[in-house]
Nanobody, 127 residues
Framework: QVQLVESGGGSVEAGGSLRLSCVGIGYTYNTPTMGWFRQGPGKEREGVAIIYYDGSPVYAASVEGRFAISRDSAKNTVWLQMNSLEPGDTGTYYC?????????????????????WGQGTQVTVSS
């Protein structure tokens, strides 16, 4: 039974920081491509940042320079450091993993290529 367990969400004022964590439990692949997606109020879920199995990161233009994704493959853990948060960053953040190495040809944020998803953690940024 594979699970992705997120933590680290919360409420902050604009300009603040949060660090999200995602631990993968129950899978044998040490280096899947993993990433973060978010869904804001009244919006569709969108890609935020991913880190490929080879360690290379990709960011959405809206978070480039403010967010940083990192991983510890030995611990099956990926983090998302979020700085200079804005009210537009508010939403439920989901961790996702691709253990089949499908992510890439259809775009890093093609959600159907991710075969495991977490339950989500809420991030609220007030102005």
């Amino acid at each position: 039974q594979v699970q992705l367990v997120e933590s680290g969400g919360g409420s902050v004022e604009a300009g603040g920081s949060l660090r999200l964590s995602c631990v993968g439990i129950g899978y044998t692949y040490n280096t899947p491509t993993m990433g973060w997606f978010r869904q804001g109020p009244g919006k569709e879920r969108e890609g935020v940042a991913i880190i490929y199995y080879d360690g290379s990161p990709v960011y959405a233009a809206s978070v480039e320079g403010r967010f940083a994704i990192s991983r510890d493959s030995a611990k099956n853990t990926v983090w998302l450091q979020m700085n200079s948060l804005e009210p537009g960053d508010t939403g439920t953040y989901y961790c996702a993993a691709d253990t089949n190495k499908r992510v890439g040809p259809r775009g890093w944020d093609y959600q159907s290529d991710y075969n495991y998803w977490g339950q989500g953690t809420q991030v609220t940024v007030s102005s």
